[in-house]
């Protein structure tokens, strides 16, 4: 398996969401055999569509992930890191940290899980790429403001 990226998002991407997709495109596919299927995540107004090609000389299958089921996941995931930022930034106890780094976990978990289910008809997820997968889909998909884009990977 891989995954790619749809390639004209990048002409409107700053240099530091294009970088930090890069990096979740290396998490992604350092643990995949490069084989197919192939996957590759597209940016549209309803949320995302992720093309799968079963062969590179096949059709892709395609599925929409719609907003309605990445918001839940986007909004708690996006409220962790700038509290991450706020309590990183501001020196507060180690305890404080360790709470909302647990918390981005449970939210990589249950988002991992609703894509491993949404895929589950097109192909088989394992739980950390699908757990990585997301991590990818929010840095797309997400209106992340610019000076928190880099500051995901902290913690």
Same mark, same amino acid.
């Given at each position: 398996?891989?995954?790619? #990226?749809?390639?004209?998002? !990048? ?10 997709? +890069?990096?979740?495109?290396?998490? $992604? ?9 192939? $996957?590759?995540? %597209?940016?549209? *107004?309803? /949320? ?14 395609? $599925? ?5 089921? &990445? =918001?839940?996941?986007?909004?708690? !995931? ?8 706020? !309590? /990183?930034?501001?020196? !507060?106890?180690? =305890?404080?940290? *360790?709470? #909302? ?10 988002? /991992? *899980?609703?894509?491993?289910?949404? &895929?589950? /008809? %097109? ?5 950390? #790429?699908? @757990? +990585?997968?997301?991590? $990818?889909? %929010? ?11 880099? @500051?995901? @990977?902290? =913690?």
């Amino acid at each position: 398996m891989k995954f790619r #990226l749809d390639p004209t998002l !990048y002409a409107a991407a700053t240099p530091e969401r294009e970088r930090e997709w +890069r990096m979740a495109l290396m998490d $992604l596919n350092g643990d995949c055999d490069g084989q197919p299927p192939t $996957l590759t995540v %597209f940016r549209h *107004e309803a /949320g995302v569509e992720i093309a799968i090609h079963p062969e590179e000389v096949c059709e892709p299958l395609r $599925l929409a992930v719609r907003h309605e089921a &990445l =918001r839940p996941h986007f909004r708690e !995931y996006r409220h962790v890191i700038e509290q991450l930022v706020r !309590y /990183g930034d501001n020196a !507060y106890g180690m =305890r404080q940290l *360790e709470t #909302l780094d647990y918390a981005k976990k449970l939210v990589h978990d249950e988002a /991992g *899980e609703m894509l491993q289910r949404a &895929l589950s /008809g %097109f192909v088989q997820l394992e739980h950390r #790429l699908a @757990r +990585r997968l997301f991590t $990818l889909i %929010f840095l797309v998909a997400s209106e992340l403001p610019e000076e928190l884009v880099t @500051r995901h @990977r902290h =913690r």
